[in-house]
T-cell receptor, first 118, second 116 residues
Framework: AQTVTQSQPEMSVQEAETVTLSCTYD???????LFWYKQPPSRQMILVIR??????QNATENRFSVNFQKAAKSFSLKISDSQLGDAAMYFC???????????????FGKGMKLTVNP | NAGVTQTPKFQVLKTGQSMTLQCAQD?????MSWYRQDPGMGLRLIHY???????DQGEVPNGYNVSRSTTEDFPLRLLSAAPSQTSVYFC???????????????FGPGTRLTVL
């Protein structure tokens, strides 16, 4: 079974600075998807960024980028120019490409609370 | 599009009561899932559906039932509520097959359930 580990339960960053959130995962599969989700106090789960394991190029979405190290099974999220609105819980998640019954099952890490200081 | 909607937003039950958490999506997504979120546990999959009439168990299915009579709706039923089911429940949906790119899950706003 796949597992996702977020070893840092909390981090803080100064506004306008850069912060990196770490995530490691364990799998025996060669192809899969990795995601970062943001959960603000409203509790809504919001997709931040997605990475396909077969792609060597790291995904980027505006101020958010990932450092995907497939051999090390590492998937970190970098937030540049941090804003107060970035304060939230961040979850790393894994999904197989081929899953039993075609399930879209996501395996989540335990999450990390990011505080942005003005 | 309203996306994924969930009702109610908050609910308090007594032990042994039953209730249904509603989930609906208007994106014509085939896949729908229910997760629960507990402190320090991340989100865990309860049940999922790959289309109308097809459901299967996830990681923590005990105490919950689901059905999928339409593409749009995927209700989650608590048969006899227990304090261990106090949690925040999220419904999610996504489109297409696992092999297709852009297969992102969209989450509802969640239901906070307390069982006394």
């Amino acid at each position: 079974a796949q597992t996702v580990t977020q070893s840092q339960p909390e981090m803080s960053v100064q506004e306008a600075e850069t912060v990196t959130l770490s995530c490691t995962y364990d799998t025996s599969e060669s192809d899969y998807y990795l995601f970062w989700y943001k959960q603000p106090p409203s509790r809504q789960m919001i997709l931040v960024i997605r990475q396909e394991a077969y792609k060597q190029q790291n995904a980027t979405e505006n101020r958010f980028s990932v450092n995907f190290q497939k051999a090390a099974k590492s998937f970190s999220l970098k937030i540049s120019d941090s804003q107060l609105g970035d304060a939230a819980m961040y979850f790393c998640a894994y999904r197989s490409v081929f899953t039993q019954g075609g399930s879209e099952k996501l395996v989540f890490g335990k999450g990390m609370k990011l505080t942005v200081n003005p | 599009n309203a996306g994924v909607t969930q009702t109610p937003k908050f609910q308090v039950l007594k032990t042994g009561q039953s209730m249904t958490l509603q989930c609906a999506q208007d994106m014509n997504h085939e896949y729908m899932s229910w997760y629960r979120q507990d402190p320090g546990m991340g989100l865990r999959l309860i049940h999922y559906s790959v289309g109308a009439g097809i459901t299967d168990q996830g990681e923590v299915p005990n105490g919950y039932n689901v059905s999928r009579s339409t593409t749009e709706d995927f209700p989650l039923r608590l048969l006899s509520a227990a304090p261990s089911q106090t949690s925040v429940y999220f419904c999610a949906s996504s489109r297409g097959l696992a092999v297709q790119a852009g297969n992102t899950q969209y989450f509802g706003p969640g239901t906070r359930l307390t069982v006394l």
